[in-house]
């Protein structure tokens, strides 16, 4: 169905007898800013209940536009989380599955999509596993993937790549920040402020930058002597440090914070009607089931929970501050954003969009139930990983969300052993599996993960050869030892 068409029959349906949903013009090229941020936990911003100021200015964003409160990365690991954001495709669908998968050619990212219509399509984008061999500068006028980068570095390049782009012209403009990803820095000011008094080996930082006279390439997880894994899977630090450690997370987060406050108030002025939309590609694990500063390895809502706006400007007819509260995905943020623009999707896209779009909860309309999918990351540690059993491709924990339960899957498990159910409303931190084979909600949830399993490619991922480059990569990202 025409997404126009679709459009329409909801609002007839939804609002009808009310208030009827006011048109957007398609003939508008409305700017856009895709902002995603690395590794950033949406229970660690002060909007949300964290209790130090981490986010004043996200806040304050997020409040003007619609934000939604369970919002979920299909795989909590960079690329293929990034290349399902952009496509609006589960991983099995985009082929993208590890952090070294290239976007094949026949997938058709936003990118593409706007640049064909007439937009000036910009990314500036910082982490080593974004470069162009993985294939996401598709569609993009100006890519440029710089490796190690703070927020500062980050906001100078994304105003001189826009020097010569006119207020008034269409724009698309993908930025993605690697703050708060590890190691965690934060300004010194949030060091003190986040946790007073502490005196210990890491008061400063966990992890480190290059030391002086050393490449700009060395960008170290963790710090020196201490190996990933270990720190990771089998961590001994005292309960304080830890603390100290996930402040330090939490610091890195308000020193982003200003950082965005900055460029985004210097981007809305020169382009007054932009739409914004907001997401990380991940969360971050710190400590919740003895996985701690990493992500990727497990399904868990640390790592897979993410923070997701869209935020209209006041031109735009459908401009409004809401909060929904139905579990969505980041794969359904391009159908989404066309429903925002007025416009369809190529048909080679159309037809392989997985996700659906938000547009109800951009109205203040309730937005039907439906349920979320995911499957964890390739495993460089995979001796360390708890309850997986094979650590290949089909081995990948997989799981299904939807109405606040959600189902995990290990395969190759006993059938006694291969299932967690948790409810979310009750226990948000997945400490009770309440599994049992005549529950309610395992019966309900088990057919909904076995369809989606069988409409993907389950088989061995694409034989790849790491380049050296890939190699180095992940070494200094502390993914290989």
């Known amino acids: 169905m025409k997404m126009r068409l679709r459009h329409t029959l909801v609002c007839l349906s939804a609002a009808l007898a009310l208030s009827g949903c006011a048109e957007v013009d398609a003939q508008r090229s409305w700017p856009v800013l895709l902002l995603t941020v690395d590794t950033l936990r949406p229970d660690y911003l002060s909007g949300n209940g ?35 954001l952009l496509t609006g495709a589960y991983p099995h669908t985009t082929g993208v599955r590890s952090l070294v998968d290239r976007l094949p050619t026949e997938e058709t990212s936003i990118a593409e999509a706007l640049q064909a219509v007439g937009y000036r399509t910009v990314a500036v984008v910082t982490n080593r596993m974004l470069g162009r061999p ?14 190690v980068r703070a927020a500062p570095e980050m906001n100078r390049a994304v105003l001189e790549h826009l020097q010569g782009v006119e207020a008034g012209a269409p724009l698309f403009l993908w930025l993605h920040y690697l703050d708060p990803h590890a190691p965690y820095h934060p300004d010194p000011a949030y060091v003190t402020e986040f946790d007073r008094g502490y005196r210990g080996r890491f008061k400063a930082r966990f992890g480190r930058d290059p030391h002086p006279g050393e490449s700009a390439e060395v960008f170290r997880q963790f710090p020196d002597g201490l190996r990933k894994g270990h720190v990771a899977h089998r961590n001994a630090f005292r309960p304080r440090v830890n603390e100290h450690i996930r402040r330090l997370y939490a610091g890195d987060i308000r020193s982003l914070d200003d950082r965005l406050r900055e460029l985004v108030e210097s981007l809305r002025a020169r382009f007054p009607d932009l739409v914004i939309v907001f997401a990380a590609d991940h969360g ?77 909860c951009l109205r203040g309309e309730e937005l039907p139930p439906r349920p979320v999918f995911l499957e964890s990351g390739a495993s460089l540690f995979p001796e360390l990983v708890r ?17 606040g339960w959600k189902l995990i899957w290990t395969p190759f498990a006993p059938e006694e052993e291969a299932w967690e159910l948790y409810d979310l409303e009750r226990d948000p931190g997945e400490t009770r599996n309440l599994h049992a084979p005549d529950h309610p909600q395992a019966a309900r949830l088990r057919p909904l993960l076995d369809e989606w399993l069988a409409g993907g490619a389950e088989a061995e991922a694409r034989p790849r050869t790491l380049s050296e480059q890939d190699i180095e990569a992940l070494r200094l990202l502390g993914y290989l030892e």
């Open 50 to 84: 964290y209790d130090r100021p981490t986010s004043p200015f996200l806040d304050e964003l997020f409040a003007e536009g619609t934000y939604f409160e369970h919002a979920l990365a299909p795989v909590p690991r960079t690329t293929p989380a990034l290349a399902s």
């Open 134 to 147: 993985r294939g996401l500068d598709a569609g993009f006028d100006v890519y440029d993937p710089g490796r």
């Open 284 to 360: 971050e694990s710190l400590g919740e089931h003895d996985f701690y500063f990493d992500h990727g390895e497990y399904v868990y809502d640390a790592s897979s929970r993410v923070p997701l706006a869209f935020v209209l400007p006041e031109s735009h007819p459908w401009h409004g501050s809401h909060r929904c509260r139905a579990w969505v995905s980041l794969v359904d943020v391009v159908p989404t954003l066309f429903d925002v623009l007025g416009r369809e999707p190529p048909a080679e896209m159309a037809s392989r969009l997985e996700g659906r779009s938000l547009a109800p």
């Open 387 to 403: 309850r997986r059993v094979d650590h290949e491709l089909p081995g990948r924990f997989r799981a299904v969300t939807s109405e």
